[in-house]
């Protein structure tokens, strides 16, 4: 009996890597473990803590293997994630807390192992911070590894692929989507995992729509079912009609009809048609998104986020560790420059090991550079990582969250002293490493006049400048009409903190979510801003947008918008000038 498939069902998942995928499903059995709890006498507990210890070993062998394979195969370039799980198979509590259920409770080792799994699980589950939750999933996906060892169950292998497929599982561990053969798959579908999960951002890195946290994608799709995914959406279609195939088919060619048009810009100076030349550049937070960077035309990393140095893990990482990391960013993004913003953390950004305190009121709390210049333990130890690496290449400097005057000091006489000690211990840097902060509460955009003739640029963090400058939480989605980047208040806080730096002859930067906004572009650049930072994807758009802007008529349009009195104005002002110049472009 042939059952009829459905047609055209639509499922909605996390959009973890964009990009439009029209093909066949390959369904693949990346079926979890079936393990038994059962309880076991006392005289078993040496053989099952044996059995549990082997396993482990032996996960950790077979791990190795496919990481030398790997390596020899397509190189180092991703192998960090099976670094990680490796650390998580050596982790002592996943072993002490098993065996300690296998002795006191007396359960088998496979039991015991899911329980502790269990209570991880719990444990990441509870964790606010995105990133820092999906941790949680690469300690599954290790455990599973064990589990597997202790049963004797052999995973179905990963298919020999000959067509072009789409590939649909329950969960696609990083090694898995590392061993795939990525010429054959054009996108990847999961039931399991989150948008920073690191499956997801390979499938990022490697540039494989994908989307993920589908739930009953293994349910609804079987092999050979025509999907569309769209991953920018986090939209899958299961057998599409004709017109659900012709609409996806169009945008399919559409968005990359632009990826190609817009690359074209990658190797164009980001210049205005009077020849005024600002700089674009990208928010970076992985290596991975280096080749990223460069496909697009970013001309250095006007922002990088070390914070998820220091969440990925169970230990802080120590100066070696991160002199490395900011030494091979440094040099894979050279000739160009990086801005190290030093750790962003606290508030909504977890990191256990700096055991913070819960606060009532976590965006105003202990963050940022208030926390840094708490622990300077743990921020020296930073500051010094990057000092030694700036002896490598062009590295700048800068420090979240400043609100003052004093705060700067405070930061820049430590700079000193650490420059004091490696002088002495005979170790090189930059000594002439440029300094700079975010401007991201509203204190610092009136003082923006002193505080500029502290540093060496300033990089506006709009994110942040408008939640505490409109008093909106960023993330209450019940706020969000009010989060408003067009409000006179942020404007004139822009031009404020421009004028200043111009003023005292630094560099006026952005590096939050406005500047890589094409539409925002002829009022930032009227404002006179050197840099804007954004999501390298969104580099050549603004590029293109840049390159037929003038800087003469963007002036003039800020002075107009200057005298506008509610956001709602602005953008009227703004549309009417986007729809005189541009008739396309901004859809
Ligand atoms: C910002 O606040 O605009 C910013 C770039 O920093 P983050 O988003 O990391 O807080
Ligand atoms: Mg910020």
Redesign the pocket.
């Known amino acids: 009996m042939v059952l009829e498939r459905s047609k055209n069902l639509c499922l909605s998942g996390v959009p973890a890597s964009p990009g439009i995928a029209i093909g066949l499903a390959r369904v693949t059995d990346r079926a979890r473990v079936a393990v038994s709890e059962h309880a076991v006498k006392p005289e078993a507990v040496p053989a099952e803590i044996t059995r549990l210890l082997e396993a482990i070993s032996e996960a950790k062998e077979e791990l190795l293997l496919i990481k030398n394979h790997l390596e020899k195969e397509s190189g180092s370039e991703h192998l960090y994630i099976l670094d990680t799980h490796l650390m998580i198979l050596e982790d002592p509590m996943l072993t002490s807390e098993t065996v300690s259920c296998i002795k006191t409770q007396l359960i088998n080792a496979e039991g015991s192992l899911r329980r502790t799994l269990l209570k991880f699980r719990e444990f990441f589950n509870a964790i606010e911070d995105e990133y820092l939750r999906e941790r949680g999933s690469d300690v599954d996906i290790v455990g599973e590894r064990i589990l597997r060892k202790m049963v004797g169950f052999q995973q179905e292998p990963l298919p020999q692929l000959d067509s072009k497929v789409i590939i649909i599982a329950h969960d696609l561990s990083p090694t898995d989507v590392l061993q795939i053969d990525k010429s054959k798959v054009i996108a990847f579908v999961t039931d399991l995992g989150g948008k920073t999960s690191h499956t997801a951002i390979l499938a990022r890195a490697l540039g494989i729509p994908a989307v993920v946290g589908l739930e009953s994608a293994t349910a609804e799709i079987i092999s050979d079912d025509s999907i569309i995914i769209d991953g920018a959406t986090g939209t899958v279609v299961i057998n599409p009609s004709d017109e659900s195939f012709r609409n996806y088919l169009s945008r399919k060619q559409r968005y990359e009809y632009f990826c190609q048009e817009y690359v074209k810009f990658r190797d164009l100076p980001a210049e205005t048609v009077d020849g005024h030349r600002i700089r674009l550049k990208g928010?970076l937070e992985f290596i991975e998104e280096v080749p990223a960077l460069k496909e697009h035309g970013g001309e250095g990393v006007g922002?990088y986020?070390t914070?998820m140095l220091y969440m990925n893990r169970s230990t802080l990482p120590d100066e070696e560790e991160q002199f490395e990391a900011y030494l091979s960013m440094c040099r894979k993004v050279a000739p160009f420059p990086v801005s190290i913003?030093t750790l962003?953390v606290g508030g909504d950004k977890f990191v256990p090991e700096l055991n913070l305190a819960d606060e009532l009121n976590p965006a105003l709390g202990l963050r940022a550079i208030r926390l840094s210049l708490r622990n300077i333990e743990t921020f020296k130890p930073q500051v010094r990582a990057i000092l030694r690496a700036s002896a490598f290449g062009e590295i700048r400097m800068f420090f979240?969250m400043i609100s003052g005057v004093s705060e700067i000091r405070e930061v820049k006489r430590i700079i000193s002293e650490v420059k004091y000690e490696l002088r002495s211990q005979g170790i090189t840097y930059d000594d002439s490493i440029k300094i700079g902060i975010?401007i991201?509460i509203p204190s610092a955009v009136l003082v923006a006049d002193q505080l500029a003739k502290e540093v060496d640029f300033f990089s506006?963090?709009?994110?942040?400048?408008i939640?505490y400058t409109l008093a909106i939480d960023r993330t209450n989605e019940h706020l969000s009409h009010l989060y408003q980047p067009l409000n006179p208040a942020i404007i004139r806080s822009l031009q404020i903190v421009a004028d200043a730096a111009h003023q005292a002859g630094i560099e006026a930067c952005i590096?939050?979510?406005m500047a890589g906004e094409p539409q925002y572009l002829p009022i930032l650049l009227g404002l006179g801003f050197d840099e804007l930072s954004m999501t390298p994807p969104s580099i050549p758009r603004v590029k293109e947008i840049l390159r037929r802007c003038s800087l003469t008529e963007a002036k003039k349009l800020t002075a107009k918008i200057l005298e506008a009195e509610t956001a709602e104005a602005v953008e009227s002002i703004l549309k009417s000038e986007l729809t005189a110049h541009f008739s396309e472009g901004f859809d």
């Open positions: 928010n922002l986020r914070e913003r962003d979240p975010m991201e506006v963090g709009t994110n942040d400048l939640q590096c939050g979510e």
